[in-house]
Structure formats: structure tokens, C-alpha cells
DNA sequence: GTAGGATCTCCAGCGACTAGAGGTTCAAGG
DNA sequence: CCTTGAACCTCTAGTCGCTGGAGATCCTAC
């Protein structure tokens, strides 16, 4: 039987964010004391190390929800595959958006001359995208 | 003189998020007609499309008010120089980050393999991360 | 004068937590 | 057995950057 801090310690969930989790309908404890505290068990662990390992790779909360629920009902292939392809699509998409971002806000950037008497080159850079290069 | 809806048309940036905009005090309306409704002049125009660029390339809302400020008190270069590098450095860590998640998310996504009879190999990797090749 | 599109204000919601107030319970030491 | 103090409880509100809806008013063209 452990406490919510115990299960914070082992899986590094902090302790309102569990609570959270419980709120939402993720995480179901095994049980309360006397004194009205929660106690999980090991299925409760799993689970939540299952969580923890989902959003760490980015997975929003919704699709987890699924993902747990595919894997009590027995595994369906098909569907897990979808939502985690979907998902690295989406990564994949963030990547490349970001390093068009990237280009673009180092070579703004770059325009700054600071012992320059000149007004800043960053502020009008952002102030006329027409002198951007490519879109973003 | 400007209403609202061709300061939408114009910058790209819809009506909802101008007024939210003059609401936090990021911009202002020059003044309103008899029936209360917002006119703006060109000075806000520029200010918005400011704005707009900022934002898309990512910039904090509160990083923008400060570029903003900067820009009338007559710019001072390295604090500009500062908020974007810093912003930088922030869009170049959450690339490596995302390509980390990546590199992870596909090796989790090949090991499904719907033909197979065996429990999903998705959901087996999200439930075990000692599995995982490096950190994410 | 009227129709209907544009505008107004105010409030609530998103995702995924995080922080704080104010109170109770549990475990260890004396 | 009693006390201390860390851990726990519930509830509410805040974060960021919008977005959507309700219900009312305004502006413009016919």
C-alpha cells in the first residue's frame, strides 16, 4: 500500500499532479484510510508510470485516456499504431516548423549591431516582415 | 481610420485576439465612435503587424510588451539583443528536445506489429521505460 | 424604415498543471 | 500517552494565449 508520496517518489509524478490525474478520471486509488488518505497499489503504479512515460514523450492527455483504456480491453493494434503515429507525425511537423523559426530569428538576430549609432536592427526587423525570408 | 474588423483583415490577426490584445494593454484604439465601437489609425496598424511578426516567431506575449516599450523609449540594443537571443537558445533547446522525442517515438511506433498475435508493442514500450535508448 | 452584418461587453473554457489557504492525519520520539 | 511536524486533505484560483458563445447594440446599404 502506498501513499500519494510514495507513489510521487517512485515515479516522480509530483504529488498534486497525481491528485490531478484522479480528478480527471486517469488514476483510480485502491483504496482511503480511516483518515481519509489515499492508498494505491501496484496496478495504481503501473499505471501511473505508463502516464508518466507517455507525456514525457508528449502525448497529450486525451490520447493517453485512450491508450489505457485500449490496453484493458485487449490490444488493438491498429488503433495504438494510429494514435502514436499521429502523434510522431505531429512532432515531426513541430521539428521542421521550429527550425524554419530558427533560421529566421538568428538571422534577426544577427542584425543587431550594438556599437552601431544606428536605431536597433532586431526592432525593425520585427517590424517589417517583408524582409523575411521564406514564411514562418 | 480604422475599425477593428480592417485592422483584422489587414494584419491577419483576428478581432477576438485584438481586443484581447487592448485588453492586457498591448495596444490601444486611438478612440471609438459615438456608438462605442473602436477606430485606429495607422500607428496602431504598425503596431499590431509588430505584434503579429513577433508572435510568429514565437515570442512570449510579456517579451513582446517589453520589446515594445523599448522600441518607443528610443532602442536600446543589448536588451533587445538579450530578449532574443535568449528566445534563441529557448527554440534551439526545444528542437533538440523534439528530435530526442522523436528519434524515441518512432522506435516505439515500429515495434507494433499488427499482424502479429502478441500483445501490442506500443503499449508494452510506453509501460516500460527502461526500455528507452537515451533520455526524453 | 428595415435587414443583416459588424460590433459591443461579459463570461467560460481549453491543456496540463501549479500554488496557496486553511484544516486534518500519521508516524516517530520523549 | 502526548506532542511535534511532515505529510496529507479539499477547494479555489492562477498560468498562457487565445477562442467561443450569449445577448445586446450599431452601422451601412437598399
Redesign the interface.
Known amino acids: 500500500m502506498l501513499s500519494i508520496g510514495d507513489l510521487s517518489r517512485r515515479t516522480g509524478v509530483k504529488v498534486p499532479t497525481i491528485r490531478y490525474y484522479e480528478q480527471i478520471g486517469l488514476i483510480e486509488a485502491q483504496g482511503r484510510t480511516s483518515g481519509n488518505q489515499r492508498r494505491f497499489g501496484l496496478a495504481g503504479l503501473?499505471r501511473l508510470?505508463?502516464i508518466?512515460?507517455?507525456r514525457?514523450?508528449?502525448l497529450p492527455l486525451d490520447a493517453i485516456r485512450t491508450?489505457l483504456s485500449?490496453?484493458e480491453t485487449g490490444?488493438?493494434?491498429?488503433a495504438?499504431?494510429a494514435i502514436?503515429?499521429t502523434?510522431?507525425a505531429d512532432?515531426?511537423s513541430?521539428?521542421s516548423r521550429?527550425?524554419r523559426?530558427?533560421a529566421?530569428?538568428?538571422r534577426?538576430?544577427r542584425a543587431?549591431?550594438?556599437d552601431?549609432t544606428g536605431?536597433?536592427g532586431?526592432?525593425e526587423a520585427?517590424?517589417?516582415?517583408g524582409r523575411c525570408h521564406g514564411t514562418?
Chains 1, 2 share one sequence.
Open positions: 503501473e508510470e505508463f508518466r512515460h507517455a514525457d514523450l508528449g491508450l485500449l490496453n490490444a488493438q493494434c491498429d495504438t499504431h502514436a503515429s502523434h510522431l512532432v515531426r513541430r521539428i521550429l527550425q523559426l530558427e529566421e530569428l538568428s534577426i538576430t543587431c549591431d550594438p552601431g536605431p536597433c532586431i526592432l520585427l517590424g517589417d516582415h514562418h
